[in-house]
């Protein structure tokens, strides 16, 4: 069974509580992405995720409501109780976490809670079109093989 670790993209693009709004959207904007992951820095170097700053926060949250972005931090506007995936979670699992959470990002940690990548809701969307093209493949080389067979 195909788990996320397959497919979680490992380009993660990740900032701190502290980090200004301003640089985080730079970081954004640099990356070409709509979310970071929050991450505390843990004793090794090792990146632990504690929220999510999307684009959508930084404008409903900041921009929307007049405060300075260089004063406001990610820390003042990340989403609160985060959802990971895990790297061993199949396919499967993590679509249903994704539903039932309704999250379209879900960061993906090895057995130790530091952050590997990111699966999105388009990366599944992606691999899913993948499949269900090779299945049309099959139905399309039944059908050519069945009339070869038969005349």
Do not use: W, Y
Request: net charge negative; glycine share 10%; hydrophobic share 45%.
């Amino acid at each position: 069974m195909t788990t996320v670790a397959t497919i979680c993209n490992r380009s993660v693009a990740f900032t701190t509580p502290e980090t200004p709004i301003a640089a985080a959207s730079k970081l954004m904007r640099h990356g070409h992405v709509g979310s970071l992951v929050v991450v505390e820095q843990m004793n090794g170097g090792k990146r632990i995720p504690v929220g999510i700053v999307t684009d959508r926060d930084i404008v409903v949250g900041v921009i929307a409501t007049g405060l300075d972005p260089a004063t406001i931090t990610v820390g003042d506007v990340m989403s609160s109780g985060l959802v990971v995936g895990r790297e061993t979670d199949t396919i499967l699992e993590t679509l249903e976490v994704m539903r039932s959470r309704g999250v379209r990002r879900l960061p993906t940690v090895d057995r130790n809670g530091e952050l590997i990548g990111i699966v999105t809701v388009d990366d599944l969307l992606e691999m899913l079109a993948d499949e269900l093209g090779e299945l049309a493949r099959i139905v399309a080389r039944e059908q050519a093989h069945e009339a070869s067979a038969r005349r």
